[in-house]
T-cell receptor, first 117, second 115 residues
Framework: GAVVSQHPSWVICKSGTSVKIECRSL??????MFWYRQFPKQSLMLMATSNEGSKATYEQGVEKDKFLINHASLTLSTLTVTSAHPEDSSFYICSARGVFWSYNEQFFGPGTRLTVL | GDSVTQMEGPVTLSEEAFLTINCTYTATGYPSLFWYVQYPGEGLQLLLK?????DKGSNKGFEATYRKETTSFHLEKGSVQVSDSAVYFC??????????????FGKGTKLTVNP
């Protein structure tokens, strides 16, 4: 199957700093990428959907100025957590879908564990 | 909105034991149902799916049947192996206003299989 990578796999930062997480599709062109967030013992919650070359669509309750998403190429999307605070500590997962794929044909990255001190 | 409820783990079994992970859903209409698996250090992978009532999805010895009458999609395997140790997520896709779709996940169930 298609491969999606995330970098870094884990990151620890101080409160108030910004953190960038990369999501790459390694062997296919991802026209759509999704960013999810997972708290311990909770479901994956969709944060936003990004289509290459256009602005991301954020889910209700997700602050677009805090979670900046850029999908500038067909193989890379980035999520930047700006001015991170301890409550932003979570597991962030991206997924990617190629052109003409059905919605459930998303390939997921391994996730990034963010800890904000 | 639509939602998925799956049994809480963790689940610990011995090799060759029978596995059931319960999943029920709440939905308007008829969603497609999925089981995803996440092995340690890897991304979620689609394990199996069913798109309409009475469909049975199967893969790698795992099975799940779409039961509309009980709104369930329980995951079963007759004889688990150590390599099945992973986190399993039940999920559904539903259409929202405007025709777009959304994946909704359960909380995940961690399975550990001991030799």
């Amino acid at each position: 199957g298609a491969v999606v990578s995330q970098h870094p796999s884990w990151v620890i930062c101080k409160s108030g700093t910004s953190v960038k997480i990369e999501c790459r599709s390694l062997d296919f062109q991802a026209t759509t990428m999704f960013w999810y967030r997972q708290f311990p013992k909770q479901s994956l919650m969709l944060m936003a959907t990004s289509n290459e070359g256009s602005k991301a669509t954020y889910e209700q309750g997700v602050e677009k100025d805090k979670f900046l998403i850029n999908h500038a190429s067909l193989t890379l999307s980035t999520l930047t957590v700006t001015s991170a605070h301890p409550e932003d500590s979570s597991f962030y997962i991206c997924s990617a879908r190629g052109v003409f794929w059905s919605y459930n044909e998303q390939f997921f990255g391994p996730g990034t564990r963010l800890t904000v001190l | 909105g639509d939602s998925v409820t799956q049994m809480e783990g963790p689940v610990t079994l011995s090799e060759e034991a029978f596995l059931t992970i319960n999943c029920t859903y709440t939905a308007t209409g008829y969603p497609s149902l999925f089981w995803y698996v996440q092995y340690p250090g890897e991304g979620l992978q689609l394990l199996l799916k069913a798109t309409k009532a009475d469909d049975k999805g199967s893969n790698k010895g795992f099975e799940a049947t779409y039961r509309k009458e009980t709104t369930s999609f329980h995951l079963e395997k007759g004889s688990v192996q150590v390599s099945d140790s992973a986190v399993y997520f039940c999920a559904l896709i539903y259409k929202i206003l405007g025709g777009s779709e959304k994946l909704v996940f359960g909380k995940g169930t961690k399975l550990t299989v001991n030799p």
